[in-house]
């Protein structure tokens, strides 16, 4: 079984940045963050899998990077020129498969999400 705790969440103006960290118990193959907006569906923002290969949603491509750091067993996601739509709860995700993916029905360990607000 595995454990994720979020944390890096905050509150921001439009254009800001924030770094979003998931410590994890063990690192799987293929590692991803989601967001859940209010009455919206939870979506795949990006994945990386175990050779450092990344995959984004589109409307992050540019503004978000997703990494890795295997001797901490850390997962980040680097999130810049924030806008109102990014506002959700952020969740880290793990997956137990070589194969990655950005499909929320795809991961087995979820954490408990924390809050990016921009306004």
């Known amino acids: 079984h595995v454990q994720l705790v979020e944390s890096g969440g905050g509150s921001v103006q439009a254009g800001g940045s924030l770094r979003l960290s998931c410590v994890a118990s063990?690192?799987?193959?293929?590692m991803g963050w989601f967001r859940q907006a209010p009455g919206k569906e939870r979506e795949g923002v990006a994945a990386?899998?175990?050779?450092?290969?990344?995959s984004y949603a589109d409307s992050v491509k540019g503004r978000f990077t997703i990494s890795r750091d295997n001797a901490r067993n850390t997962l980040y996601l680097q999130v810049n020129s924030l806008n109102p739509e990014d506002t959700a709860i952020y969740y880290c995700?793990?997956?137990?498969?070589?194969?990655?993916?950005?499909?929320?029905?795809?991961?087995?360990?979820w954490g408990q999400g924390t809050q990016v607000t921009v306004s």
């Open positions: 990386i899998d175990s050779d450092g290969s990344t």
């Open positions: 063990a690192f799987t193959y293929c």
């Open positions: 995700a793990a997956r137990d498969n070589p194969y990655c993916s950005q499909l929320a029905r795809d991961f087995g360990y």
